[in-house]
């Protein structure tokens, strides 16, 4: 099984950077996703990452280091819209497409 | 229209009740999930299928039951209904055949609160 840690809740101004770390433990690691969820919302698909480096896709890029059983989510030029809660997914190797989710960070965008 | 469709979007009913929870999909996926969500625990597996003919145990399945009726329907059934069964419940699939991604997409949810 995975032992997946983020941080609770974190805060930020509208227009500025906000990182979301996210550290995990895993017997066979074979993927981490990062999902986005507005409050009552189904989760919503960001990004993937398997491999270690960075995987940029317009405002929101994602890290992977597999050594050090970290991932960060990275939200720039954050806009209202981008208040919301990030959930952190692992995979592993033996775990045949199931995931083990984080219980998400709540970002909130102050005007 | 919506690739996975859930069905009640909300539910309240009380403690002893049987209770079923449906959730179509139109992606043509094989595999479909089933989660629950409460507050500061993140989602939570309760069964899984990876095709018609294969079901498994999740993370919390005590409590609940699964039919795959077809590939396109999963539905949920929790038998006698009780109060910490209250929670918000996604459906969820993904496609082996899309390469190693194999992403997960979800469905609306349905809010259950069980009196």
């Known amino acids: 099984g995975q032992n997946i840690d983020q941080p609770t809740e974190m805060t930020a101004t509208e227009g500025a950077i906000v990182q979301i770390n996210c550290t995990y433990q895993?017997?066979?690691?074979?993927?981490l996703f990062w999902y986005q969820q507005h409050a009552g919302e189904a989760p919503t698909f960001l990004s993937y990452?398997?491999?270690?480096g960075l995987e940029e896709k317009g405002r929101f890029s994602s890290f992977l280091s597999r050594s050090k059983g970290y991932s960060y989510l990275l939200l720039k030029e954050l806009q209202m819209k981008d208040s919301a809660s990030y959930l952190c997914?692992?995979?592993?190797?033996?775990?045949?497409?199931?995931?083990?989710f984080g219980a998400g960070t709540q970002v909130v965008v102050t005007p | 229209d919506a690739d996975v469709t859930q069905t009640p979007r909300n539910r309240i009913t009380k403690t002893g009740k049987r209770i079923m929870l449906e959730c179509s999909q139109t992606?043509?996926?094989?595999?479909m999930y089933w989660y629950r969500q409460d507050p500061g625990l993140g989602l939570r597996l309760i069964y899984y299928?990876?095709?018609?003919?294969?079901?498994n145990k999740g993370e919390i399945s005590d409590g609940y039951s699964v039919s795959r009726q077809a590939q396109a329907k999963f539905s949920l059934s929790l038998e006698s209904a009780i109060p910490n069964q209250t929670a918000l419940y996604f459906c969820?699939?993904?496609?082996?055949?899309?390469?190693?991604?194999?992403?997960?997409?979800f469905g609306p949810g349905t809010r259950l609160t069980v009196l």
């Open positions: 299928s990876f095709d018609v003919k294969d079901i």
């Open positions: 895993t017997s066979g690691f074979n993927g």
């Open positions: 992606k043509g996926h094989d595999r």
């Open positions: 990452n398997v491999l270690d």
């Open positions: 969820a699939t993904s496609d082996t055949l899309a390469g190693a991604t194999d992403t997960q997409y």
């Open positions: 997914a692992v995979r592993d190797a033996d775990s045949w497409g199931k995931l083990q």
